[in-house]
């Protein structure tokens, strides 16, 4: 079987025995260090991934991607919306009127952002139908001055399915008896778990007609109309578009104005832990450098052999941009397998330590979910292996070619 001189030699140097070792101790201590650089790599790009892709689906599928409004209430809003969906970017169009205020049981106060929607058409621009726990959307009737709240909110207040809570507006009655804030009594007809902390604690759901009539309004006027787009990176564009072909009396608001800076700080850490990381990978690689230049001084009577019978400095040359490179390779191989098992793992590994120290490492008063998500990606493991692959090659360099300027007489003097 064919087998070129320098890889011959230079798989025999990496694999060379000695004291019951597959490698040498050196060798395989820069093999570790590769292996781990790439798999922390991996992990903490997935779980950044889990992030970017939690914000889309779960909160950014629970806020509007974008709405159209009006300063005064909407009669038709099915003729608006039929007219705003005739965009081929968008997918769906529901009615909403957003009220913020305090709900309050027994002696508990927690603040509450009320969207009123209307169950049939709710849930072609919202997911929140995926996450109920108790009860749904479709227990809403209008007149019966029914609540969805999430988990965290009935947790605070102490509410359960029938119970009774005030709602109170940051309005006020003015009557002969003096000045009164503006009450209102709902039952809590559902209970919903999104698992991003700022929606399970601060918003809740209730009838649009209900609302209509807490504001004073006829039962079919709403305040504006929400949209669903195909992708909703072009909706502050289209949006405000949409909302100039209409007139002057309406304007449009999009998710960026109020969760666009919290996607673009999970964008911008990715690409900064990435980087930060990677020279993790470097140092690692500048481990095979140290260990090459060690290899090369240990073998400077067998580089003189060779040169002697007859090898060219482009093959010694060879020999230890051979050895570098497997340990490279086996380094980058091993940290990959093992950063994509713990990728696909890291979240149920991390629910199981919470549940064994009872702490909650992510709390939902903190981050804006309460579990630690991950999503492997192929791209971003084929990007961290080339860069490992790439900076353990350029390592091999300067001890081969350190190696190659080894004279032979020089190197036999002493031997």
Same mark, same amino acid.
């Given at each position: ?14 694999? %060379?025995?000695?004291? #019951? ?9 820069? !093999? ?22 939690? !914000? ?5 599928? !629970? ?19 039929? =007219?705003?969906?005739? @965009? ?11 009220? &913020? #205020? ?55 207040? $102490? ?30 007809? $559902? ?9 399970? #604690?601060?918003?809740?759901?209730? @009838?649009?007609?209900? !609302?209509?009539?807490? @504001?004073?309004?006829?039962?079919? =006027? ?14 502050? %564009? ?8 209409? #007139? ?10 109020? @969760?666009?800076?919290?996607? &673009? ?8 832990? $990435? *980087?930060? *990381? ?31 019978? /007859? ?27 093992? /950063? ?23 709390? %939902? ?51």
């Amino acid at each position: 079987m064919f087998r070129p001189l320098p890889v011959y030699i230079g798989a025999r140097y990496t694999s %060379a025995r000695r004291r #019951g070792l597959f490698v040498s101790f050196i060798s395989f201590t820069s !093999m570790i260090g590769l292996a781990l650089g790439v798999l922390v790599m991996i992990v903490v790009l997935s779980v950044m991934n889990g992030f970017d892709h939690e !914000m889309r689906t779960r909160v950014l599928g !629970m806020v509007p991607h974008a709405t159209v409004e009006s300063p005064l209430p909407i009669d038709d809003w099915q003729t608006l919306g039929q =007219q705003l969906s005739e @965009h081929p970017q968008v997918v769906a169009a529901a009615p909403f009127i957003q009220m &913020q #205020g305090l709900l309050t049981h027994r002696g508990q106060v927690t603040k509450i952002l009320i969207n009123a929607v209307e169950p049939r058409f709710e849930p072609q621009v919202s997911i929140i139908d995926q996450f109920f726990r108790e009860g749904s959307l479709a227990s809403l009737a209008p007149g019966e001055f029914g609540i969805v709240i999430g988990d965290r909110a009935a947790t605070k207040l $102490g509410v359960g399915i029938g119970d009774k809570i005030t709602f109170v507006a940051p309005e006020v009655t003015v009557t002969p008896a003096g000045v009164f804030p503006r009450m209102k009594r709902f039952t809590v007809q $559902g209970i919903f778990h999104v698992g991003a902390g700022e929606i399970d #604690g601060y918003v809740a759901m209730a @009838h649009i007609t209900d !609302m209509a009539r807490l @504001h004073r309004w006829k039962p079919d =006027q709403v305040q504006g109309v929400r949209l669903r787009f195909d992708d909703l990176f072009q909706a502050p %564009a289209i949006a405000a578009s949409l909302a100039r072909q209409l #007139g002057d009396d309406f304007y449009s608001r999009d998710w960026t104005r109020t @969760h666009g800076n919290l996607y &673009q700080a999970i964008r911008m850490e990715k690409a900064m832990i $990435g *980087l930060l *990381l990677l020279l993790i990978v470097a140092v690692a690689a500048f481990n095979i450098i140290s260990t090459l230049v060690m290899v090369v001084t240990d073998k400077r009577g067998d580089i003189a052999i060779l040169r002697t019978l /007859g090898a060219t400095p482009r093959q010694i040359m060879a020999i230890f941009m051979v050895q570098g490179t497997v340990i490279g390779v086996v380094g980058t191989l091993v940290g990959a397998l093992l /950063g994509m098992f713990a990728a696909l793992n890291v979240s149920g590994w991390i629910a199981g330590l919470e549940q064994l120290l009872g702490h909650k490492f992510l709390s %939902a008063d903190v981050y804006f979910i309460d579990y630690l998500p991950s999503r492997l990606m192929a791209a971003d493991v084929i990007q961290v292996c080339g860069a490992a692959l790439v900076l353990s090659f350029l390592a091999t360099l300067y001890p081969a070619w350190r190696a190659a300027r080894t004279q032979p007489a020089e190197a036999l003097r002493y031997e």
